[in-house]
């Protein structure tokens, strides 16, 4: 005689049983993908990492940092907030001019900075002025703004200086290195200011031809 088992349900068929696995899985797999995107959602909210190094934004700022205007043959003014003031006076240009300037960090600048200036501390960018496809007929007054942590970060020897980017050819030999250039600065208003000739721009450096002036606010030891 067999001994039957009582069951707390109805019996289910084997079609029925299929059915049921078949949903735990789907359930399974719809909780799973339900996981994914929460974590997926919390990491994309989560506050940026505040250990981040103030010298790497400061890079990222300036390489997002550009000023495009166009300069009429009245003249005209460009202004890169926080990096430069570029002021172009009337007959710069023969006809309405784009000029763009923008704040760069190029490892190849720094380099030929180091060679010229011997490690001399400056600011983490250089200001580049385009001008296009010809280069201004008149001087260009430039004003570059000093920060207090720059300042501070100066050894007691040194003073602010500005220094521009020359490209120089004498006979076979060509020369495009970084010069102290005439300028003067402002403790009161933390400023640099220089009137640029017309030679600072050249059209040589360029793939495209256009002509450019680079410029930094550096330092050299007091008396050199």
Not at 65 to 93: C, H, K, M, Q, Y
Not at 108 to 128: G, H, N
Not at 135 to 152: C, I, K, M, N, Q
Request: hydrophobic residues 40%.
């Amino acid at each position: 005689m067999k001994t039957r088992f009582p069951h707390s349900g109805p019996r289910l068929h084997t079609g029925q049983l299929s059915s049921q696995v078949m949903l735990a899985h789907r359930t399974r797999g719809v909780m799973l993908a339900c996981r994914v995107v929460c974590l997926f959602v919390t990491l994309a909210c989560a506050p940026p990492d505040r250990g981040a190094s103030n010298a790497a934004s400061a890079t990222q700022e300036a390489q997002d940092s550009v000023a495009t205007v166009v300069i009429s043959p009245d003249g005209g003014t460009v202004e890169l907030e926080r990096f430069a003031t570029v002021i172009f006076p009337a007959g710069a240009f023969a006809f309405p001019q784009l000029v763009t300037v923008a704040a760069t960090s190029s490892k190849l600048t720094q380099t030929e900075y180091e060679l010229t200036a011997d490690d001399a501390p400056r600011r983490p960018f250089e200001i580049r002025i385009n001008t296009g496809a010809v280069g201004p007929r008149t001087e260009v007054e430039v004003v570059l703004p000093v920060t207090d942590a720059f300042l501070s970060s100066l050894p007691a020897d040194h003073q602010v200086e500005l220094w521009v980017q020359l490209f120089e050819t004498g006979g076979q030999e060509v020369l495009d290195q970084f010069r102290i250039f005439s300028s003067d600065f402002d403790a009161q208003s933390k400023s640099v200011r220089a009137q640029l000739p017309t030679d600072v721009f050249t059209d040589r450096r360029r793939a495209d031809e256009s002509f450019e002036a680079i410029l930094l606010v550096g330092s050299t030891p007091v008396g050199r």
